[in-house]
């Protein structure tokens, strides 16, 4: 249910975010499906080997794996950044109703 | 209290009064101009950066969940364990599309609760009450679980087992119970936001002294491993079947790696539907402070992964599953290991570390469970015009009453596994994901087709959870069931099965023109990124004059 991983930003007027820039939405997208599909699939890592030092891989995969996730989503959020105008202003502003 | 040992209780009691007077003194931290406006008590002036955020989010997330009932399952039954390590990992990936959202639409229209969003989305007050209901009720197993936790570590001090008088038994726990009631409801907010510092410093010593000194006490990593799988691949006698899986099974029937993997996903998407974390977002002043989050938590997951396996180091000594062994409670497992394997002073830390690790959670829950009853029952149902003041007071008494409702799961249900407790919480909490998570995206789903798409999976996952027996409970022993010929978390069967009758039901009455209720939030109010504090709502939920006609489905 959670599965469209792009972060729709509405467009408040023209054109979309995600149209306005179709590539980096679309990497951003296979990133965020690539960090719960790695997770996710658990046939994937669910051996005995190879053995990593002391660690059977099902181990020792779970916990190689969160400092990749940390990484990749630190350069979606990145990512994100550039599916703002630029100058550095967000899309919508301080505003806040009633 | 004949053999309890004098320094590590010593310590544990001087650590408890620190955090207590932090607790209480937390009230003048970052004072407000109005102390008792619901934003300051119920969400710390909703001012902090990602400094504070990272240690609130932190404390918030990881509890004796992770302490305790992770490392007592692994113990028990080994690699289906680790699925809670999986979850944290999918969480952060999962929350990264929906819940910079949720903060820029609470910002805008200044919504406090989960269920006050879903109020003004959708024009409902019921779909609100539904939400706001299943709020309260699965938070109330998760702060029982914080009180297990607690038990389990005042049992292995030695501290008061020895009478048969259940009051007089659990009394150190009363007393921290009650010590936790009190600051917060003086402090709000601000007392485990600053506790939390004090709590994720002692764990980060604890787990690192853990994880680097046992394994030298149990012949190393290597032995560890060998030990863990031989014990789970042995068949037990009186079963007939293994101890448990050292690495998850894709067999056909009774596959643990699809239960692995439900679980997982289904922990995932619940822990940022669950009222406390979405009050620790809530609380943070930009969207941008979410977003830096998202990528600085996983850091804490590293931990989890490593307090997992505290379970397998427990199995290697000896001693350890003599005394578990003994009590019957795996839960004793982590509270032991630590007994046995440092000196009584580092215990002390270890156990004041995971005691504390129980309160922050615990507190933030409560705080709110009471926002929830105080904005979307109280307030919304029976005194409209109530003024922030009387809000506030509100919440105050709600959180006592929320923590007196979770004793008595925390007495009632069994504790064979707590982490079921936890994983009983999830099924309730991730049946309002259609409308919380659906309705930051959409406006498509009809509100009636929600609600009684709700009812479908809250009905559904407690009886089939209720009716989970084991051979030592004949009720509530687990978290997952067989459905079609695979065991899944009955969390997610009964989410799926909430989703088909949202779709379909909404078709039904998109058809015939169900009138579809006042949407007071607009578009572009899900990416915003306002700087000011929303202006204060003095009274009710602060909706317009369009959604105030939403009428009760």
């Known amino acids: 249910m959670t599965q469209p991983p792009v972060q729709p930003r509405s467009s408040s007027g023209s054109k979309s975010p995600i149209a306005a820039h179709p590539v980096t939405s679309a990497v951003i997208a296979v990133l965020v499906t690539a960090c719960i599909a790695g997770t996710l699939i658990v046939p994937i890592y669910a051996r005995t080997t190879p053995k990593i ?43 806040v109703a009633k | ?17 620190v955090v207590t007077g932090v607790g209480f003194a937390a009230v003048r931290w970052r004072r407000a101009e109005d102390k008792l406006h619901l934003n300051e008590w ?18 918030d997330v990881y509890t004796a969940y992770t302490y305790i009932a992770v490392p007592a399952l692994i113990f028990g039954s080994g690699s289906i364990g680790f699925f809670a390590v999986s979850y944290t990992i999918m969480v952060y990936p999962i929350i990264i599309i929906f819940l910079p959202r949720l903060w820029s639409i609470s910002r805008v229209h ?86 939390s510092f004090i709590k994720d410093g002692l764990v980060y010593v604890m ?84 977003k830096r989050n998202i990528s600085l938590l996983p850091i804490y997951s590293i931990l989890l992964g490593l307090i997992a396996l505290l379970g ?64 979307n029952i109280f307030t919304e149902f029976f005194k409209p015009d109530a003024s922030s003041r009387l809000q506030t007071r509100v919440s105050r008494w709600a959180s006592l009453a929320v923590k007196l409702g979770a004793l008595v799961f925390a007495v009632e249900l069994p504790h064979t596994f707590a982490i079921n407790l936890q994983l009983l919480g999830g099924v309730w909490i991730l049946q309002i994901g259609p409308m919380l998570i659906g ?53 997610l069967s009964a989410l799926i099965l909430n989703l088909v009758i949202v779709v379909i039901l909404t078709v039904i009455f998109r058809a015939a023109k169900v009138p579809q209720g006042a949407d007071e939030t607009l578009p572009h109010q899900y990416t915003a990124d306002p700087a000011d504090l929303p202006a204060p709502a003095p009274a009710g939920i602060g909706l317009g004059a369009a959604g105030a006609a939403g009428d009760l489905p």
């Open chain 2, 207 to 290: 787990v690192l002294v853990a994880v680097l000194y046992i394994p030298t006490r149990l012949g190393g990593w290597g032995h560890i491993f060998g030990n863990a799988e031989a014990h789970f691949t042995a068949i037990n006698p009186v079963t007939k079947k293994p101890n448990g899986t050292f690495i998850p099974t894709p067999k056909v029937t009774g596959s643990t790696q699809l239960d692995f993997a439900t679980l997982a996903l289904g922990s995932a998407v619940a822990l940022f539907l669950y009222p406390h974390t979405i009050t620790g977002t809530l609380a943070s002043k930009r969207r941008s402070v979410v």
């Open chain 2, 312 to 375: 397998y180091m427990a199995l290697a000594d000896k001693p350890t599953v003599a005394n578990v062994k003994k009590a019957d409670n795996p839960q004793l497992a982590v509270p032991y290991l630590f007994q046995h394997m440092f000196s009584s002073w580092f215990a002390g830390v270890a156990f004041a570390a995971i005691i504390i690790g129980a309160l922050v959670p615990a507190a933030i829950m409560a705080i709110a469970a009471a926002n929830l009853f105080t904005r």
């Open chain 2, 439 to 491: 309705g930051l995206f959409t406006r498509w789903f009809d509100r009636y087709a929600l609600l009684t798409g709700w009812l479908v999976g809250m009905a559904f996952g407690t009886i089939a959870a209720y009716k989970s027996a084991s051979p030592t409970v004949s009720h509530w022993a687990s978290s997952s069931d067989i459905e079609l010929g695979h065991t899944v978390y009955i969390g």
């Open chain 1, 53 to 95: 030092g002391d660690f059977p891989f099902f181990y020792f995969y779970l916990l190689a794996y969160m400092p990749v996730v940390a990484i990749v989503l630190w350069i979606v959020i990145q990512l994100q950044k550039r599916l703002e105008p630029p100058g550095g202003q967000p899309a919508n502003p301080g505003e």
């Open chain 2, 1 to 17: 209290m004949s053999n309890v040992n004098a320094v590590t209780f010593t310590i544990v009691v001087v650590l408890f009064l």
């Open chain 2, 110 to 195: 200044n919504y406090i609760t989960p269920a006050d969003f879903i109020r003004g989305r959708y024009g409902s007050r019921g779909l609100s009450l539904a939400a706001a209901f299943t709020g309260i009720l699965s938070l109330m197993p998760y702060i029982a679980l914080q009180l297990v936790g607690i038990q389990a570590v005042i049992t292995v001090m030695g501290v008061g087992t020895s009478s048969n008088n259940t009051f007089v038994k659990d009394l150190p726990l009363f007393i921290a119970f009650l010590v936790l009631a009190t600051f917060t409801y003086t402090s709000g907010l601000r007392a485990p936001a600053l506790i």
């Open chain 2, 42 to 59: 119920g969400l710390g002036g909703r001012g902090f950066g990602t400094f504070v955020t990272w240690f609130m989010l932190g404390g």
